[in-house]
């Protein structure tokens, strides 16, 4: 028995292998949010005068608001005041006159994350945004897009090179007004991605996003906007490690993606943020509002996630599907273990004729976390033909855990066609006696049964995530059965 | 070599095995019969090292180790097998996936690297003939919607995969029509080697008459009454086991 409680504390020791924190002199202004804070962000990113309009606005809105409770969830208070609203760990050369160099450790960090800067080192077809606290460290890649017309960069330089895309499409598909966190992001964003696919290009390698949390006592609040024009394809991949920190860190973000006609979007994500310890000490409070607006005729939107981490996770990757014929698919992974709680699903907005939508999500629950699947499936009266399938499947491990489904179904035309099926399972002391019989040590065996209930959502993600997330269940639940 | 000393056991808390000693020898084939609730899944369960069985007493040696200080994937990756009377289902799990898993985890155990994927599925593709098992099978998820009598061929697949030295068949032949029983058991007999050894839990002479076992035993309320040769299976099928339990 001793062993073996070594054994679990050994592996919850090492378990989360980007704990670490970067000494990187890193400028970070006073804690606390006022109008004056919003201003000094957006003096900081030196932008023009709508956006701090924008900014000053959502803040104002913010404060007007009650932060939610609807969520399953059990929120600690969150004091807005004791958290400061940008840090930049690229300040130090800046100031050295080395604008143009990038510090080593900042370098280094993003390497052992497995995330190499340099073009050279880079995973084969994959451009990267490497979002460091509140700033864009490098985004890699970029003059090879170009020459296809793909932007791809940070949103605070789009702000400035780009400004009529990106204050035509900011926005536009999550207001200021859609929720809380989304009002507190949009007064003091700070980085993440600008991307617009122009009309009829096949964009040629995999986009993707890395955001780390390093600085404490931040939050971090980015921005990331996808504009895919007619025709256009493109495939997104985010994410996101945290150091492990005693007190929870905030991550308020908000994703924003525009399909337009016959265009396809696809988004995938791997979170894993600082979950806590094992007793529930510490981890991010990952509170996101992502959503796409499927504007064109028969454009396409699917978005992937496995989410691993976070102490909390309140996010509904959400489609708007307004063309006629447009389809959006939602493939989810959820995991929650010791302390964690997850309330998260998606939204389907049937506006045009003949959509059709789909969701799958698979939530797996182990040690004393709480695991919820939310989803709305709205269907309105102008929507004939429109299409709904959602499967819910919830896999326990463990009797301390805790399984919900909350599925919402607001259906306003007879035409339309809207299923739901839910199951809930454990991994069986049958299974894991099979297992072991063949020679299959159990938490070998717990990492295959998991992974084969994810697989139809894992088979989703481009081929180096998807090692990736497997990886990741495996590790994300070593200890929690036997 | 398979050595059992005087073995005890019990689940929840009700004694099941009351004293059994066996040796089963290089190259044997063991038979064990008996009646319903006599201990014969039991005294498999408690070989294999299933949890759910307690151990009170006595010893089980495998090639000098003491196997009861082994966790069950130990046994497993020493060379220990068992085809279950009901092989469980594994929703997800391709048959590729889990063989390659546990394949990998017997030669780790040997200090031998992983199979190349290559070599693996060619491995796959030879020993699926022997119990004519076809690649859709191998492709589906762990006995996933197989039927009984695929079930059972698929466990002589994965023993025919894993090679252990010795292996227990638990009513491999309950559920099984003639054809099926003919195919698990000529599968059974093509793996065979003079370094191997096998115990057949069994009810009937029918897949005994393909196995030609070495050595039959009788297995009644926990005990082991009676051992004999391949005519005393003979005898159970013509008499019953009524004969056994009236003598005690």
Same mark, same amino acid.
């Given at each position: 028995m001793e062993e073996k409680n070594s054994f679990v504390r050994e592996v919850a020791e090492k378990k989360y292998e980007y704990g670490f924190?970067?000494?990187?002199?890193?400028?970070?202004?006073?804690?606390?949010?006022?109008?004056?804070?919003?201003?000094?962000?957006?003096?900081?990113?030196?932008?023009?005068?709508?956006?701090?309009?924008?900014?000053?606005?959502?803040?104002?809105?913010?404060?007007?608001?009650?932060?939610?409770?609807?969520?399953? =969830?059990?929120?600690?208070?969150?004091?807005?005041?004791?958290?400061?609203?940008? /840090?930049?760990?690229?300040?130090? !050369?800046?100031?050295?006159?080395?604008?143009?160099?990038?510090?080593? &450790?900042?370098?280094?960090?993003?390497?052992?994350?497995?995330?190499p800067l340099e073009e050279r080192l880079a995973l084969s077809g994959t451009a990267v945004d490497a979002v460091m606290d509140s700033v864009s460290v490098k985004t890699t890649f970029r003059e090879k897009l170009k020459e296809k017309g793909i932007i791809f960069c940070s949103i605070s330089e789009a702000v400035k090179e780009h400004p009529e895309l990106v204050r035509q499409y900011l926005g536009s598909v999550v207001p200021y007004r859609d929720n809380y966190f989304a009002a507190l992001n949009s007064a003091v964003f700070s980085d993440g991605s600008f991307v617009y696919i122009p009309k009829g290009v096949r964009c040629p390698m995999e986009l993707s996003t890395y955001f780390r949390i390093n600085a404490r006592g931040t939050g971090q609040f980015e921005r990331?906007?996808?504009?895919?024009?007619?025709?256009?394809?493109?495939?997104?991949?985010e994410g996101c490690t945290a150091p492990m920190r005693d007190e929870n860190q905030l991550h308020a973000a908000i994703v924003e993606i525009v399909v337009m006609e016959n265009a396809e979007v696809k988004y995938s994500t791997v979170q894993n943020w600082y979950p806590g310890d094992k007793d529930g000490k510490g981890g991010v409070l990952n509170l996101v509002t992502k959503r796409g607006h499927l504007r064109g005729a028969n454009s396409r939107l699917s978005w992937t996630q496995v989410e691993t981490g976070s102490a909390i996770t309140w996010k509904y990757p959400s489609c708007i599907?307004?063309?006629?014929?447009?389809?959006? @698919?939602?493939?989810?992974?959820? #995991?929650?273990?010791?302390?964690?709680?997850?309330?998260?699903?998606?939204?389907?907005?049937?506006?045009?004729?003949?959509?059709?939508?789909?969701?799958?999500?698979?939530?797996?629950?182990?040690?004393?976390?709480?695991?919820?699947?939310?989803?709305?499936?709205?269907?309105? !009266?102008?929507?004939?033909?429109?299409?709904?399938?959602?499967?819910?499947?919830?896999?326990?491990? $463990?009797?301390?855990?805790?399984?919900?489904?909350?599925?919402?179904?607001?259906?306003?035309?007879?035409?339309?066609?809207?299923?739901?099926?839910?199951?809930?399972?454990?991994?069986?002391?049958?299974?894991?006696?099979?297992?072991?019989?063949?020679?299959?040590?159990?938490?070998? /065996?717990?990492?295959?049964?998991?992974?084969?209930?994810?697989? @139809?959502?894992? %088979?989703?993600?481009?081929?180096?995530?998807?090692?990736?997330?497997? *990886?990741?269940?495996?590790?994300?639940?070593?200890?929690?059965? $036997? | 070599m398979l050595e059992i000393k005087n073995?005890?056991?019990? +689940?929840? $808390?009700?004694?099941? =095995?009351?004293?059994?000693?066996?040796?089963?020898?290089?190259?044997? #084939?063991?038979?064990?019969?008996?009646?319903?609730?006599? $201990? *014969?899944?039991?005294?498999?369960?408690?070989?294999?090292?299933?949890?759910?069985?307690?151990?009170?007493?006595?010893? +089980? +040696?495998? %090639?000098?180790?003491?196997?009861?200080?082994?966790?069950?994937?130990?046994?497993?990756?020493?060379?220990?097998?068992?085809?279950?009377q009901q092989p469980v289902e594994i929703p997800g799990v391709s048959m590729t996936n889990f063989m390659r898993a546990a394949l990998n985890a017997k030669r780790k155990h040997q200090g031998l690297e992983p199979l190349p994927a290559g070599d693996f599925l060619k491995l796959m593709r030879e020993k699926r003939k022997i119990v004519e098992l076809d690649s859709k099978l191998a492709n589906r998820s762990v006995n996933e919607g197989f039927s009984g009598g695929e079930k059972k061929r698929n466990e002589i697949f994965q023993m025919a995969m894993l090679e252990p030295t010795f292996s227990i068949l638990d009513e491999t032949d309950s559920g099984l029509d003639v054809d099926a029983l003919r195919i698990v058991a000529e599968g059974?007999?093509?793996?065979?080697?003079?370094?191997?050894?096998?115990?057949?839990?069994?009810?009937?002479?029918?897949? =005994?008459?393909?196995?030609?076992?070495?050595?039959?035993?009788?297995?009644?309320?926990?005990? +082991?009454? *009676?051992?004999?040769?391949?005519?005393?299976?003979?005898?159970? &099928?013509?008499?019953?086991?009524?004969q056994f339990i009236v003598t005690r």
């Open positions: 924190t970067t000494d990187v002199q890193t400028e970070i202004i006073e804690k606390g949010l006022s109008e004056d804070v919003v201003r000094l962000i957006s003096q900081k990113k030196g932008e023009p005068d709508w956006l701090l309009e924008f900014r000053l606005k959502a803040f104002h809105y913010w404060e007007s608001q009650e932060q939610p409770e609807w969520g399953h =969830l059990q929120m600690p208070d969150i004091d807005y005041q004791a958290i400061s609203y940008y /840090a930049d760990p690229t300040k130090k !050369a800046a100031d050295d006159g080395k604008s143009k160099e990038i510090d080593p &450790e900042l370098m280094k960090t993003f390497d052992k994350l497995g995330i990331t906007l996808i504009v895919c024009d007619d025709d256009a394809y493109v495939s997104y991949l599907l307004s063309g006629d014929g447009s389809q959006a @698919e939602f493939y989810s992974v959820a #995991v929650t273990n010791n302390y964690q709680q997850a309330d998260t699903g998606t939204k389907m907005i049937h506006i045009g004729k003949n959509t059709k939508s789909t969701i799958i999500s698979k939530g797996i629950s182990a040690g004393k976390s709480q695991n919820s699947y939310r989803g709305l499936v709205k269907v309105s !009266a102008k929507a004939d033909g429109a299409r709904n399938y959602s499967s819910c499947d919830s896999l326990l491990l $463990g009797s301390e855990c805790g399984a919900h489904t909350f599925p919402y179904m607001d259906v306003h035309n007879d035409t339309a066609v809207v299923e739901h099926e839910a199951t809930t399972s454990k991994i069986s002391e049958e299974q894991l006696m099979y297992c072991n019989q063949r020679g299959i040590p159990t938490e070998e /065996a717990v990492s295959l049964i998991v992974n084969g209930y994810a697989k @139809e959502v894992i %088979n989703k993600l481009p081929m180096e995530f998807a090692v990736e997330a497997q *990886k990741l269940l495996g590790v994300s639940l070593e200890g929690t059965v $036997g | 073995l005890h056991a019990s +689940i929840n $808390g009700k004694e099941i =095995l009351k004293g059994i000693n066996l040796v089963i020898n290089d190259g044997e #084939v063991h038979a064990v019969m008996g009646t319903n609730g006599a $201990g *014969k899944s039991t005294l498999s369960n408690v070989i294999v090292g299933n949890p759910a069985y307690e151990v009170t007493e006595g010893e +089980i +040696i495998f %090639n000098g180790k003491n196997l009861l200080e082994m966790k069950p994937e130990e046994r497993a990756q020493e060379g220990i097998f068992l085809s279950f059974f007999n093509k793996l065979r080697t003079p370094q191997t050894s096998a115990m057949v839990i069994t009810h009937y002479q029918r897949l =005994l008459d393909y196995l030609k076992p070495d050595i039959v035993h009788v297995l009644i309320d926990g005990r +082991i009454i *009676k051992t004999g040769g391949p005519e005393l299976a003979m005898e159970i &099928e013509e008499k019953g086991f009524e």
